[in-house]
């Protein structure tokens, strides 16, 4: 059975789950076009996250996903820490502020979070997907149990064979050219390989359903993907610009006027993908400090962009985006589901 027949779905075309930028208007409306809706809820506490989920399911009757982060928690360095904070700090003085002393995690993970498994269960999403690796094996069983289906986005090989093994029903392939946080179970390990190219190098080996991820802005580039294995392909920047999405009328600006992109790890203390600014030209210098980690050092990077916004600088701003983002196209989430849906035919 295909995975759009299990998942109960028309298209191949999956909503990437952006924390802080999926809403549920915006995951019930691709939902609703035929594809897969999507809710980024990472950053969510429990009672953020049914409350997604709830909304969403009240605009829809159709399967969406549901994504958390699963990184491994680890506790402050206070030497990295200070040294990164005071790194920063010129940063910070030039808009008279002082650099925070303190940073605190601003979001916990899945694994360390039990009461949003309890959120899941009442809920029952279609599909509940993984960021950062794997929860603990008691998470995967209540999943199994439940009879809820779980993914988990790889990077590599060994990674995908794990998921394999653990139960996962599909796994989302995202290439180097995704935008935001590589999916990376280790930051350390990072096989750096495009979209087309992780795909050529899983369908060989794995036979669980692959959803291709990264740089994909096309029905064009989805029907290439399916040719060569793929069982979806996954979208995120294509739909940021969206005005269901919950980007800012600013942040969508500099989308659309982005001319590139780059991976850093000084923003969240993670590799990720964003349009080129002050993170990646200046603070991510060669002879830079170790960072705060993360999620701390995002922590402070998101007071950071505070200060300056107040201020009206918008030079420190988290602008995430893969490599197509200067293919973004001005339509909103039905519109570009249905010029998707076109291209793709």
């Keep these: ?56 399911q009240q605009l829809t009757s159709q399967p969406f ?41 601003p979001y916990t993970s899945l694994t360390d979070s039990p009461e949003l498994l309890e959120v899941i269960l ?12 794997l929860p603990p094996k008691f998470i995967l069983q209540a999943l199994q149990h439940a009879k809820i289906p779980y993914w988990v986005s790889v990077t590599r090989l060994s990674e995908a064979l794990y998921a394999q093994q653990q139960g996962c029903s ?22 750096g390989l495009s979209t087309e190219g992780l795909l050529q190098q899983l369908a060989p080996h794995i036979s669980l359903p692959i959803i291709s991820a990264g740089g994909v802005m096309t029905g064009g580039q989805i029907t290439q993907l399916l040719t060569q294995g793929a069982s979806a392909a996954q979208l995120g920047t294509a739909f940021i610009t969206c005005q269901e999405s919950a ?22 203390g993670r590799p990720a993908r964003g349009v080129m600014g002050r993170w990646q030209q200046e603070i991510d210098h060669p002879l830079r400090p170790a960072h705060a980690d993360y999620p701390y050092s995002y922590a402070l990077a998101k007071q950071l962009d505070k200060v300056a916004s107040a201020q009206g600088v918008t030079d420190y701003q988290v602008c995430w985006a893969g490599t197509g983002v200067t293919a973004l196209r001005p339509l909103d989430a039905l519109p570009l589901m249905q010029t998707l849906i076109a291209e793709l035919n």
């Design 122 to 133: 009442a809920t029952r999403p279609a599909v509940v997907s993984f960021h950062f690796g």
């Design 247 to 268: 980007a800012s009328d600013q942040l969508r600006q500099r989308l659309f006027m982005a001319k590139g992109t780059q991976i850093t790890d000084v923003i969240s």
């Design 170 to 191: 599909a796994i989302i392939a995202q290439g180097v050219e995704a935008g935001g946080h590589r999916a990376t179970f280790d930051p350390l390990c990072d096989a």
């Design 1 to 56: 059975m295909s995975l759009l027949t299990q998942l109960g779905i028309r298209y191949p075309i999956f909503l990437a789950p952006m924390a802080g930028v999926t809403t549920p208007l915006l995951a019930s409306q691709v939902s609703e076009a035929g594809g897969l809706g999507a809710l980024g809820l990472g950053a969510c506490d429990a009672f953020q996250a049914e409350a997604a989920i709830r909304a969403t």
């Design 65 to 105: 996903q549901v994504n958390f982060f699963c990184h491994r928690s680890t506790p402050l360095d206070p030497v990295k820490s200070r040294a990164w904070c005071e790194y920063l700090s010129a940063h910070f003085t030039q808009f008279g502020q002082a650099v925070p002393t303190q940073l605190l995690a």
